[in-house]
């Protein structure tokens, strides 16, 4: 169901309808901001490559192959850009958005007033293990359980997203619920 929603939003903005991209940004604004801190564990990071996730989203709705998962092509490119950042590890540069009155054309649009997702994390003693525990786990299995368990990604789509095979992934994600697992039995003992 959600998938025809996002869909709809797509066309709609393609149609002509500025508002319904910028209820596509805050409907999951916080969900990549999460996933990305995932990967770089730095909010100032997390937060730019965010904006720069849906200034992607922004300069390729065009191209959008309407037969796929929004949600599943915005994580996708969610995913390529912490890694292409991971690999550079260089500055972000967001002059290029800005109009010409010094403007950033995307601000506005991207700013979310909400509690960031690590700010979340803090306010539950539960919450903050968990959130060590998925962080402790090794690099490769972290990006799936948060997909799966936080974001509301099947094994399916999580594979296409990461670009592995689903066995692969269903295997890693076994895996990974057996080490968090003992890793919390280890700290409940």
Do not use: C
Not at 24 to 33: D, P, S
Not at 77 to 94: E, G, H, S, V, W
Request: proline residues 4%.
């Amino acid at each position: 169901m959600f998938q025809r929603i996002d869909e709809k939003s797509v066309a709609d903005y393609l149609s002509g309808d500025e508002k319904a991209l910028e209820e596509l940004v805050a409907k999951y604004f916080k969900a990549v901001y999460g996933f990305i801190f995932g990967y770089v564990k730095n909010q100032d990071e997390a937060e730019d490559l965010t904006q720069v996730t849906f200034i992607k989203v922004w300069r390729g709705i065009r191209r959008f192959n309407h037969q796929k998962s929004f949600k599943v092509w915005l994580f996708t490119i969610a995913k390529n850009t912490a890694l292409d950042y991971l690999k550079k590890k260089k500055p972000l540069n967001f002059s290029a958005f800005e109009n010409d009155e010094g403007d950033n054309v995307l601000a506005e649009t991207l700013a979310d007033p909400g509690p960031l997702p690590d700010e979340i994390f803090e306010r539950n003693d539960l919450s903050r293990l968990l959130g060590e525990a998925i962080n402790s786990l090794p690099s490769r299995y972290q990006p799936i359980i948060r997909l799966y368990h936080i974001d509301g990604f099947s094994l399916l789509e999580i594979a296409e997203i990461t670009g592995q095979p689903l066995n692969t992934v269903k295997s890693q994600h076994r895996r990974a619920l057996l080490l968090l697992r003992d890793d919390l039995v280890e700290k409940f003992a």
